[in-house]
């Protein structure tokens, strides 16, 4: 980057340590600290939600999977509405009669304090795993556009999200949300018209549309009832209803949002523009990576967004990448002149051409992909290098440094949040309960400030450690999907079912995450050859019996919760309070 972007960046990156710090001093009081004194307005509580969502995830993640495959995806986030809607019914009304700090302190009263530990011990697990992914996910654009190794990249990403979590608590992390949202949506927007604008003008919108279309990389709806498969209208409609139902009114990081407003009125607004807002954002981003195909198909792209780095390291390799550097130059040509053909005339024939050559393009690209994972020995994509290549070699000087901002601000506005969501369930449901209410409010809030800090430094390590993957929002579902499920059945269980017990609550929790585990392992064992996990005394041909998709893994710990709950319940009706 320039001198210029540098000075953007680092001037954004100064603002935000002080916007987020300078109101460290009022927290006098753990509620302070932790729920900024339940004064919060809605519509800051309502881009605060946003922003934890819609991380720098949703900026590499979400463009790459648009760009690689279609725009499927955001069927995923179809139930949002429907999800936000019985949240507003429901839990909202309970957590504000209850005043609570935590999700998870409000099971003790009916479940005992086993049940409140165990669940909210899930959540310490789950978020602290998907914390280290958050973190590690800019760190791809930064070591690529500030050409820096990523380990100090990461290092960047983590200390600053800390620092200024860590001095300026649930007040801090609100405020700087609200202007990181703002950024973020900047930079989208900004992306999506520069590429609108350099387009061919034979093209324009239409053409690009026309061409995409002609790809079905338009295709946003699947209506197809089919368990393995990641993306279609029933799993975006029932599978995620039951994912995003827990993690907006289960999942401490998102209930500590609306916690901080002052009524039940504003709680639910502050839940409702995420309902009216998600889904088309989301399409919207989905759309800029289809624009960022087709932009591609008229401007120089590698056949690797990674770069052709490791080089090949024997004779036959050699030979391998030079052919395949060939054929993808003649294929990337090709494409081009039978795209402008194809839009230019508008039948069948040329359509089908270009349809064609872009096959014969992909071809190569895949075969680049497969020699580098070759080389590495291990598997290889670029899924999530797509959307930095386009800003490192197609955004003005001035903008780059912006832009870059904007995914800082969406790693900031997800890390901060987590963060102060870990202490204050580490604080309240743990310390604080097993140690008693001994202590001065300002022992806690120095407490929590200190369990911040480990936090922070927790998730830090475990980003360095972590590998790459194939795309970063996957993995951050795929890992709530294990967990997300069974604790939304316990929150049924409370809510719902008058003579669900402790004991039968907690056994529940357990039978439903073992289920989940144990479903699927033994799908993912049958759809990669070996059945004697579900048919020892049978031969089944391989690939008859298909993965089922994670975002079904959230139905299935939901109901075996609920119905071993309610049996476990109903022979041991005695109520336990431990």
Same mark, same amino acid.
């Given at each position: 980057?320039?001198?210029?972007?540098?000075?953007?960046?680092?001037?954004?990156?100064?603002?935000?340590?002080?916007?987020?710090?300078?109101?460290?001093?009022?927290?006098?009081?753990?509620?302070?600290?932790?729920?900024?004194?339940?004064?919060?307005?809605?519509?800051?509580?309502?881009?605060?939600?946003?922003?934890?969502?819609?991380?720098?995830?949703?900026?590499?993640?979400?463009?790459?999977?648009?760009?690689?495959?279609?725009?499927?995806?955001?069927?995923?986030?179809?139930?949002?509405?429907?999800? =936000? @809607?019985?949240?507003?019914?429901? *839990? $909202?009304?309970? +957590?504000?009669?209850?005043?609570?700090?935590?999700?998870? #302190? &409000?099971?003790?009263?009916?479940?005992?304090?086993?049940?409140?530990?165990?669940?909210?011990?899930?959540?310490?697990?789950?978020?602290?795993?998907?914390?280290?992914?958050?973190?590690?996910?800019?760190?791809?654009?930064?070591?690529?556009?500030?050409?820096?190794?990523?380990?100090?990249?990461?290092?960047?990403?983590?200390?600053?999200?800390?620092?200024?979590?860590?001095?300026?608590?649930?007040?801090?992390?609100?405020?700087?949300?609200?202007?990181? =949202? @703002?950024?973020?949506?900047?930079? *989208? $927007?900004?992306? +999506?018209?520069?590429?609108?604008?350099?387009?061919?003008? #034979? &093209?324009?919108?239409?053409?690009?549309?026309?061409?995409?279309?002609?790809?079905?990389?338009?295709?946003?709806?699947?209506?197809?009832?089919?368990?393995?498969?990641?993306?279609?209208?029933?799993?975006?409609?029932?599978?995620?209803?039951?994912?995003?139902?827990?993690?907006?009114?289960?999942?401490?990081?998102?209930?500590?949002?609306?916690?901080?407003?002052?009524?039940?009125?504003?709680?639910?607004?502050?839940?409702?523009?995420?309902?009216?807002?998600?889904?088309?954002?989301?399409?919207?981003?989905?759309?800029?990576?289809?624009?960022?195909?087709?932009?591609?198909?008229?401007?120089?792209?590698?056949?690797?967004?990674?770069?052709?780095?490791?080089?090949?390291?024997?004779?036959?390799?050699?030979?391998?990448?030079?052919?395949?550097?060939?054929?993808?130059?003649?294929?990337?040509?090709?494409?081009?002149?039978?795209?402008?053909?194809?839009?230019?005339?508008?039948?069948?024939?040329?359509?089908?051409?270009?349809?064609?050559?872009?096959?014969?393009?992909?071809?190569?690209?895949?075969?680049?992909?497969?020699?580098?994972?070759?080389?590495?020995?291990?598997?290889?994509?670029?899924?999530?290098?797509?959307?930095?290549?386009?800003?490192?070699?197609?955004?003005?000087?001035?903008?780059?440094?912006?832009?870059?901002?904007?995914?800082?601000?969406?790693?900031?506005?997800?890390?901060?949040?987590?963060?102060?969501?870990?202490?204050?369930?580490?604080?309240?449901?743990?310390?604080?309960?097993?140690?008693?209410?001994?202590?001065?409010?300002?022992?806690?809030?120095?407490?929590?400030?200190?369990?911040?800090?480990?936090?922070?430094?927790?998730?830090?390590?475990?980003?360095?450690?972590?590998?790459?993957?194939?795309?970063?929002?996957?993995?951050?579902?795929?890992?709530?999907?294990?967990?997300?499920?069974?604790?939304?059945?316990?929150?049924?269980?409370?809510?719902?079912?008058?003579?669900?017990?402790?004991?039968?609550?907690?056994?529940?929790?357990?039978?439903?995450?073992?289920?989940?585990?144990?479903?699927?392992?033994?799908?993912?064992?049958?759809?990669?050859?070996?059945?004697?996990?579900?048919?020892?005394?049978?031969?089944?041909?391989?690939?008859?019996?298909?993965?089922?998709?994670?975002?079904?893994?959230?139905?299935?710990?939901?109901?075996?919760?609920?119905?071993?709950?309610?049996?476990?319940?109903?022979?041991?009706?005695?109520?336990?309070?431990?």
């Amino acid at each position: 980057m320039s001198w210029i972007d540098w000075s953007v960046l680092i001037a954004f990156l100064a603002y935000t340590i002080w916007d987020g710090t300078r109101r460290g001093k009022d927290s006098s009081t753990i509620e302070d600290y932790l729920l900024a004194n339940r004064s919060m307005p809605w519509w800051a509580a309502g881009l605060s939600v946003m922003a934890t969502q819609a991380s720098a995830i949703t900026f590499i993640g979400t463009t790459g999977i648009a760009y690689v495959e279609d725009m499927r995806f955001v069927q995923t986030y179809l139930a949002i509405p429907f999800a =936000m @809607i019985f949240i507003c019914m429901f *839990l $909202v009304p309970f +957590f504000n009669r209850m005043q609570n700090f935590t999700a998870y #302190e &409000v099971l003790e009263e009916r479940f005992g304090l086993k049940t409140r530990l165990v669940t909210s011990g899930l959540f310490l697990i789950s978020r602290g795993l998907a914390l280290g992914v958050v973190i590690a996910a800019p760190s791809y654009v930064l070591a690529l556009l500030l050409g820096l190794p990523l380990n100090i990249t990461i290092l960047i990403i983590g200390v600053i999200a800390t620092f200024y979590t860590t001095v300026g608590g649930i007040a801090g992390v609100i405020t700087t949300d609200v202007k990181q =949202m @703002i950024i973020m949506m900047f930079g *989208l $927007v900004f992306c +999506f018209f520069l590429i609108w604008t350099n387009l061919p003008e #034979e &093209v324009g919108f239409d053409g690009a549309l026309y061409l995409a279309g002609s790809l079905d990389k338009l295709t946003a709806l699947d209506l197809n009832f089919d368990l393995t498969e990641k993306y279609n209208v029933w799993s975006g409609l029932i599978a995620a209803f039951f994912l995003m139902v827990s993690y907006f009114g289960t999942d401490q990081t998102q209930v500590q949002r609306y916690l901080t407003t002052d009524s039940v009125k504003n709680a639910r607004k502050s839940l409702l523009m995420t309902a009216y807002a998600k889904v088309p954002m989301q399409f919207f981003i989905l759309l800029l990576g289809v624009m960022l195909y087709i932009f591609f198909i008229f401007n120089s792209a590698p056949a690797s967004f990674r770069g052709t780095e490791p080089v090949a390291q024997t004779d036959q390799q050699q030979i391998a990448e030079q052919k395949i550097l060939k054929d993808y130059e003649i294929a990337h040509l090709s494409r081009k002149e039978a795209a402008l053909e194809a839009v230019q005339k508008r039948d069948a024939q040329t359509q089908q051409l270009f349809v064609e050559s872009d096959a014969a393009m992909n071809e190569a690209r895949d075969a680049e992909l497969a020699l580098q994972a070759e080389i590495r020995q291990a598997d290889v994509n670029d899924t999530n290098y797509i959307f930095p290549y386009f800003i490192l070699n197609h955004v003005p000087i001035g903008i780059i440094g912006l832009i870059v901002a904007g995914i800082f601000a969406a790693a900031l506005s997800s890390i901060d949040s987590e963060l102060n969501a870990l202490t204050t369930v580490s604080i309240v449901d743990w310390y604080q309960r097993l140690k008693g209410d001994l202590h001065t409010e300002a022992h806690y809030v120095k407490s929590s400030r200190g369990v911040t800090f480990f936090w922070g430094a927790l998730a830090t390590v475990s980003a360095l450690l972590m590998g790459e993957t194939r795309s970063i929002i996957e993995l951050v579902n795929q890992i709530g999907s294990y967990f997300y499920g069974s604790i939304l059945g316990v929150f049924i269980l409370l809510l719902w079912v008058k003579r669900a017990t402790g004991t039968g609550a907690l056994t529940g929790l357990i039978c439903g995450m073992l289920s989940v585990f144990a479903f699927d392992r033994l799908f993912y064992n049958a759809a990669s050859g070996d059945h004697s996990f579900i048919f020892p005394w049978s031969t089944i041909p391989d690939g008859y019996i298909k993965a089922i998709e994670f975002l079904w893994l959230n139905p299935v710990g939901t109901f075996m919760v609920v119905i071993v709950g309610i049996g476990v319940s109903l022979i041991w009706p005695r109520r336990t309070n431990s």
